[in-house]
């Protein structure tokens, strides 16, 4: 069963908006993991946050995770078209195996 | 480096027929995985091996069987391919508790 799940499915912003996707997911997690998957195309690892980390930044994305509430959100600042993508978390458990959501698409406009 | 490869890239089957796809990682890491991705979801984890000659279930193991008898190639055979099997397959590796790097898929079409 699919335990991290992307929010919203879909997000249409103009280029330059900041894009904001949340996560949430079940149960305790190792770390909690965002990849970038360009259409048709294999996944690109992003950024990994640990469980007692709660915030994470690498160049334009921001990562937040709030282990209380079983959550992320992957920031995307100053978007470009070259953003548009589908966007995946996942988390690792305690058995070492990430466990994805179903992803939300974006599509930056020019 | 190459990363991860995966071969073939594209594969028509008919129902019955089988066919194993082939990873292979230069990274000189422990972990493979194979996955599927179907249309609008994300991906399942049909088997995965954390060294050289061991491998194990993931969430959707049936109906598939693995191999990985050295280090840098982990095999994912169809024995008997059925069109619930039509997807695309990612192959990934790992060193333990880091990032998967993914190889570039493989589109299966079963008839």
């Known amino acids: 069963s699919q335990q991290g799940e992307e929010d919203p499915q879909a997000l249409s912003i103009q280029e330059g908006e900041n894009a904001t996707m949340n996560c949430s997911y079940k149960?305790?997690?190792?770390?909690l993991q965002w990849y970038r998957q360009n259409s048709g195309r294999g996944l690109v690892h992003l950024i990994l946050?640990?469980?007692n980390e709660r915030e994470k930044h690498s160049g334009r994305l921001r990562v937040t995770l709030d282990t209380s509430k079983k959550s992320s959100s992957l920031l995307i600042t100053a978007s470009r078209a070259a953003d548009t993508a589908s966007y995946f978390c996942?988390?690792?458990?305690?058995?070492?195996?990430?466990?994805w959501g179903a992803g939300t698409k974006l599509i930056i406009k020019p | 480096n190459a990363g991860v490869t995966q071969t073939p890239k594209f594969r028509v089957l008919k129902t019955g027929q089988s066919m194993t796809l082939l990873c292979a990682q230069d990274?000189?890491?422990?972990?493979m995985y194979w996955y599927r991705q179907d249309p609008g979801m994300g991906l399942r984890l049909i088997h995965y091996?954390?060294?050289?000659?061991?491998?194990a279930k993931g969430e959707v193991p049936d109906g598939y069987n693995v191999s990985r008898l050295k280090k840098q190639n982990f095999l994912l055979g169809l024995e008997s391919a059925a069109p619930s099997q039509t997807s695309v397959y990612f192959c990934?590796?790992?060193?333990?508790?880091?990032?998967?790097?993914f190889g570039p898929g493989t589109r299966l079409t079963v008839l």
């Open positions: 946050i640990r469980s």
């Open positions: 990274m000189n890491h422990e972990y």
């Open positions: 990934a590796s790992s060193a333990r508790a880091n990032e998967q790097f």
């Open positions: 996942a988390v690792q458990d305690s058995n070492y195996q990430l466990i």
């Open positions: 091996s954390v060294g050289e000659g061991t491998t």
């Open positions: 149960t305790s997690i190792n770390n």
